[in-house]
């Protein structure tokens, strides 16, 4: 795989790595994409392929401009478009109702398709000299956490795709909220940076589908197939543990701690003896901006339990917790 420092050093080479039907890597504001040409059938198959996606988890079509949301599918009232004319480009992404052209491969066979367009320059002039739709999940194996940063992504990818552009850290860290107006009323189906008092803000109204911070059986219908998954996780094993009370914190910490636990938290479990500590920021932005990464990192002590500090879910802490929780495998213990 090449990293591309200068994007317009390769713009026929990218044009052409599309047109082949092969994959290329880019940067977003929130996440790595792993993109292909959304129209052809057999660029999307690859990315199932090379990223050992279930066939019935959807992929996210990425546009350069709002403007063409219309060509891909069918804007059906105005709360859905209050939600493109405010939050887009940006980190959200609206499910519609398809137009034919988006091949059935591309949606996992629903009629409605997950639209995004990324406010992240590099990636705006990807989709721009491309010029065509990108289909795209983020960068990393299934079950992974996300790609946020090129040496994270490499060694995951080097010999399956040919073009990695590199965009540095990317910026948000989570992958963008998900929504879907149903009813006439914004349901949010995966939480991301975009939260659902911003909606509020802007359309008066929003829901939380149920599904964000539960386990959903196999059998169970859900809006959004991403949530069936397991997700975001490390080898190592993970227990995830919040309380709003410091000491009753540091006590769980301390209850379940082995000796040989990697703890990933705030300052205020750094003080606890433990066989490494791991600082993820004090902020919910820098959380969120680390927090992947740094799950990746934790691999490399060979621990043998990440005991992962939790937040308060609200506003950027609930798309935190939503990952968190999964990374975890709902191995969680809140007091
Ligand atoms: O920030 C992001 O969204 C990144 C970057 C690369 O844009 N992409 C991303 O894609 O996170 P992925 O494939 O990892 O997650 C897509 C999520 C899944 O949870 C999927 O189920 C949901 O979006 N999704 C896609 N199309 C859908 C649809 N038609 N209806 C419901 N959910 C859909
Ligand atoms: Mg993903």
Same mark, same amino acid.
């Given at each position: ?58 992929? +996210? %079509?990425?546009?350069?401009?709002? /403007? *063409?949301?219309?060509?891909?599918? #069918?804007?059906? @009232? !105005? ?122 803000? +802007? %359309?008066?109204?929003?829901?939380? /589908? *149920?599904?964000?911070?539960?386990? #959903?059986?196999? @059998? !169970? ?115």
């Amino acid at each position: 795989m090449e990293v591309i420092n200068n994007i317009d050093e390769y713009k026929n080479i990218l044009k052409d790595e599309i047109k082949k039907n092969n994959l290329v890597i880019f940067p977003t504001e929130t996440v790595y994409g792993l993109g292909a040409n959304a129209l052809s059938t057999k660029a999307v198959n690859k990315i199932f392929e090379v990223k050992t996606r279930a066939k019935n988890n959807p992929l +996210i %079509v990425h546009l350069k401009n709002a /403007s *063409e949301i219309e060509k891909y599918a #069918v804007i059906e @009232n !105005e709360v859905e478009q209050k939600l493109i004319d405010s939050f887009m480009p940006g980190p959200l992404t609206i499910v519609l109702k398809k137009k034919s052209c988006i091949p059935e491969s591309v949606t996992a066979g629903l009629d409605t398709v997950g639209i995004r367009v990324p406010s992240n320059e590099i990636a705006h002039r990807f989709l721009e000299l491309v010029d065509v739709p990108i289909a795209a999940p983020s960068a990393n194996i299934s079950s992974r956490p996300s790609g946020t940063r090129v040496n994270d992504i490499f060694n995951e990818f080097d010999l399956k795709v040919n073009y990695i552009i590199d965009g540095g850290e990317s910026r948000i860290g989570l992958e963008s909220t998900v929504v879907k107006v149903i009813d006439n009323i914004p349901v949010i189906l995966r939480p991301g940076f975009i939260t659902k008092e911003d909606i509020i803000d +802007i %359309v008066g109204n929003c829901k939380v /589908s *149920e599904h964000v911070l539960k386990s #959903v059986s196999l @059998n !169970e219908k859900v809006e959004s197939p991403g949530m069936l998954y397991k997700h975001y996780a490390p080898n190592t094993k993970c227990l995830l543990v919040y309380s709003k009370d410091i000491n009753t914190l540091r006590k769980i910490v301390n209850d379940n701690k082995t000796s040989k636990t990697i703890i990933l938290g705030s300052e205020k479990l750094q003080d606890i003896p433990c066989f490494k500590f791991i600082n993820y920021g004090n902020t919910l932005e820098s959380i969120s901006h680390n927090i992947f990464s740094l799950l990746r990192k934790c691999d490399m002590y060979n621990g043998d339990l990440i005991i992962i500090e939790g937040v308060e879910k609200v506003g950027l802490g609930l798309a935190i917790m939503n990952r968190l929780i999964r990374t975890s495998c709902f191995n969680y213990i809140e007091k």
